[in-house]
């Protein structure tokens, strides 16, 4: 069984020392519009990293917004978390969906390339994120896969796409319209002077786009 329609804005928790912190301010932004809430954490010890999964499942739980663990199907499973999402070097989504089971939310980052799109689509993967759409602060070496690749994913897959990398307030509703179910945010919520007024604007961005048309079949 598939999960639910996957659209809307999905943050992503930047890297920091001050998790309380990220707690609390989780805490207000969840309940305003978020459809999924990504841990993505590249630097804290498997420890804290488990700690850090169990707090944001207990909050999403509470705010019913689904929580996706970056890189670790293994972690995804302890903490009870909602899916997993998976890079080049992660598990393959079909080692998760056995591991996580069918109601798992099971993302893939297919960077700027369409047949690894394809694969992930095959292998069973729930959505397919593309990107950097834009530049982007948090990996600025990142592949640039851009607005024209993100229309050719549209067409290509029926599957709900991701795209990540650069998006802001002032880019949401073109990303929207090109493509793009779930557009995923780090720097553009949390480095903002006011997180709260960005997701505001973020979330009437994509509320004003067209609505993208998925691939026929």
Do not use: W
């Not at 992503?12 to 969840?30: H, K, S, V, Y």
């Amino acid at each position: 069984m598939r999960p639910p329609a996957l659209a809307g804005l999905y943050l992503l928790t930047p890297e920091t020392a001050d998790f309380p912190a990220l707690l609390a301010r989780l805490e207000d932004l969840l309940p305003r519009g978020v459809a999924l809430l990504q841990y993505r954490d590249k630097r804290s010890a498997p420890e804290e990293r488990r700690r850090r999964a169990a707090s944001l499942a207990a909050l999403c739980s509470r705010h019913g917004v689904p929580l996706i663990v970056n890189d670790d199907p293994g972690l995804a499973a302890e903490v009870g978390a909602a899916g997993v999402h998976l890079g080049r070097d992660d598990p393959d989504p079909a080692a998760a969906r056995a591991l996580l089971g069918p109601r798992a939310i099971i993302g893939v980052s297919c960077y700027d390339d369409l047949e690894r799109g394809r694969r992930a689509a095959s292998a069973g993967a729930d959505y397919l994120a593309f990107g950097s759409i834009f530049p982007s602060a948090t990996k600025p070496g990142a592949a640039r896969a851009g607005i024209g690749l993100l229309e050719a994913a549209r067409r290509a897959f029926a599957l709900p796409l991701c795209a990540i990398g650069g998006i802001t307030p002032a880019n949401a509703a073109a990303v929207r319209a090109a493509g793009a179910d779930l557009l995923a945010v780090i720097s553009s919520v949390f480095a903002a002077a006011s997180p709260e007024r960005a997701l505001a604007e973020l979330l009437a961005a994509i509320a004003g786009a067209a609505e993208p048309q998925p691939a026929s079949r």
